[in-house]
């Protein structure tokens, strides 16, 4: 619900596993997922993780305050670019 109040539609959508593959031309990597997830493979790249709760898991305000901060960090990525 958060999504859909800023206007992101993300019916149908679904998760991929990641893959090293996928990796190989990426310049920067990002993990949110919990620490007990992260994959043993993915542990041997330079990451930075970003500690985000999962939106279902928590209250509302909680979900919008927190899609805020992503937000305000993801702005803040595209800067350094």
């Known amino acids: ?14 998760c991929v596993q990641l893959l090293p593959e996928h990796l190989n031309n990426a ?4 993990v949110m997922t919990e620490k ?3 994959p043993e493979w993915l542990k041997s790249y330079d990451y930075e993780y970003w500690d985000m709760p ?3 898991a928590v ?4 979900a ?3 899609f805020n901060l992503l ?5 803040g990525l595209i800067k350094t670019l």
Do not use: L, Y
């Open 54 to 56: 999962n939106p279902e």
């Open 1 to 14: 619900s958060v999504m859909k109040n800023h206007g992101i539609d993300i019916t149908g959508q679904h």
């Open 27 to 30: 310049f920067k990597i990002i």
């Open 71 to 75: 937000n305000d960090k993801i702005r």
């Open 59 to 62: 209250p509302p305000e909680v």
């Open 64 to 66: 919008e305050k927190e």
């Open 36 to 38: 007990e997830d992260i």
